[in-house]
């Protein structure tokens, strides 16, 4: 099956440690992004990558990171550095700056 | 930047009738607006989308329409189902990739 998969679809984290989000595509895409989703608000972009080795920031980079070492893979780190990391994180794929086919998602909370 | 505003926040309609949701935004240079509808725990899925050159796409019992001169698009749904009940998003975007911005999401109630 050709798709998105991100894992762990939840994860616990205690206040001041780093948490790595995977996200694995079999698309063979070559955009990836990452988004978070909030109660109430849109999907707000964290970063993407157009191609292996390259990312940009979105509009809420700060205490996040990416790497984009292969084609079908753009892990995400929640550092520390986050405030609020509590959030419903989606990654997303495209062929081009069209349409975006997004992962089942992964639930993250702080405790 | 891109700032989109979406309409209502929820919006609940008899099975059967229409729903019309709102998004505006602010950049000029966006032109491609998509639609996503998210079913409760799943994932985001493009349900339509609109380029800035038409001003009007359908699919089914979907449509968008879009007015340019005055940065609005619009999604109808004509003969609700309780299927359609969702989260819808709309979103603005341009050529650059990565640029899309969302708008905060209209839940739809579909009653029967």
């Known amino acids: 099956d050709g798709g998105i998969t991100q894992s762990p679809k939840y994860l616990f984290r205690k206040e001041g440690q780093n948490v790595t989000l995977s996200c694995e595509q079999n698309?063979?895409?070559?955009?990836m992004y990452w988004y978070r989703q909030d109660p109430g608000q849109g999907l707000r972009l964290i970063y993407y990558s157009q191609i292996v080795n390259d990312f940009q920031k979105g509009d809420i980079a700060e205490g996040y990171s990416v790497s984009r070492e292969k084609k079908e893979s753009f892990p995400l780190t929640v550092t520390s550095a986050q405030k609020n990391p509590t959030a419903f994180y989606l990654c997303a794929s495209s062929v081009g700056p069209g349409e975006l086919f997004f992962g089942e998602g992964s639930r993250l909370t702080v405790l | 930047g891109e700032n989109v505003e979406q309409h209502p926040s929820t919006l609940s309609v008899q099975e059967g009738d229409s729903a019309v949701i709102k998004c505006t935004y602010s950049?000029?240079?966006?032109?491609?607006f998509p639609w996503y509808k998210q079913e409760l725990g799943k994932r985001p899925q493009l349900i339509i989308d609109i380029r800035s050159n038409v001003g009007e796409k359908k699919d089914q019992r979907i449509a968008v329409t879009l007015n340019k001169t005055a940065k609005h698009f619009s999604l109808h749904i004509t003969e609700t189902q309780p299927e359609d009940s969702a989260v819808y998003f709309c979103a603005a975007g341009s050529d650059s990739w990565g640029k899309f911005q969302f708008g905060a999401g209209t839940q739809v109630v579909v009653t029967p």
């Open positions: 950049d000029s240079a966006s032109n491609y």
């Open positions: 698309l063979n895409h070559d955009a």
